[in-house]
């Protein structure tokens, strides 16, 4: 292989799993209620995997349907990234098991764990790679169960918490379709979001905190626009990751974003961490608000904490 003029979104496909649990079912166990809820995150349903909807039984399903969308067969896929904070097994990793599982089996796999900041830095790496000539094709999927790591005791963090997976196909295109990354990290706060381990295998966040620090990336979403070339006004759409609306809304309202449709998936589908970017991008294509070929920003942020973002072309 040799290097190619640009890499572009082949495809897109995503899984959301069967059930979908209410804030008034979750009141039942905590004290709650949907309107408390809803006016502090924006999130009226969720969805939460059965035990059959594994995380990489969830990758896998969008896996293949990216790859209808692309129209490609497994066996064209020389490489497959599995962006996931919930892998089943820390030993193996999830995205040798999806390429597995689809027939993807002549093609390189490995996992990408940058939280909820994951799609994106799978999409930029993938991209890079190949623009480099290093593969033509890269099957990207972003799978997480979150519910597995959820303490359906506390208030503060499952009322947000759900499950879902999405995936694209990433190929050389003659002009990029893929923006430059922005990408970075505060370090210094990994208390912030973390899942202890050692005994301790619940989600634990710092709600305020987080909100605070997402708020201030508004500058960082900005110099996402302007490596790409793209006026914010420009946008057709804009896809944070899906924490909640709030900050949603205030990434978007920050960047001067006008004419662009905001994805808001997180109000039915809940925070699923990596999957958030592909699950609210396909909810856009889906209902119209955005169509092929329309630029639109995708910027994941999350625990490390870290974020990273671009300028896409729609598949």
Known sequence: MSAVGGARM????????ARLVTNDEIAQRVETSDAWI???T????????DDEETTVAMGAAAAEKALAAAGLTA????????ATCTSPSQIPGAGPQIAHRIGATHAGAFDINGACAGFSYAVSTAADMVRAGSVRNVLVVATERLSDYTDWDDRSTCILLADGAGATVIGPAETDEIGPAVWGHDGSRPEVIRVPGYGDNLFRMEGQAVFRWAISLVPTVRQICERAGVAPDELAGIVPHQANLR??????????????AVARDVVDSGNTSAASIPLGLARLLD????????????????AGLTYCGQVVRCP
């Open 287 to 302: 209902t119209g608000e955005i169509r092929r070929g329309d630029p639109v920003l995708l910027f994941g942020f999350g």
């Open 247 to 260: 900050i949603v809304e205030a990434l978007a309202t920050g960047i001067g974003a006008t004419n662009a």
């Open 75 to 82: 066996d064209t896929i020389d490489l497959v990234i599995g």
């Open 10 to 17: 082949l495809g897109l496909g995503v899984y959301r799993p």
């Open 38 to 40: 809803q006016s502090r």
């Open 42 to 49: 924006g999130i009226a349903t969720r969805r939460i995997a």
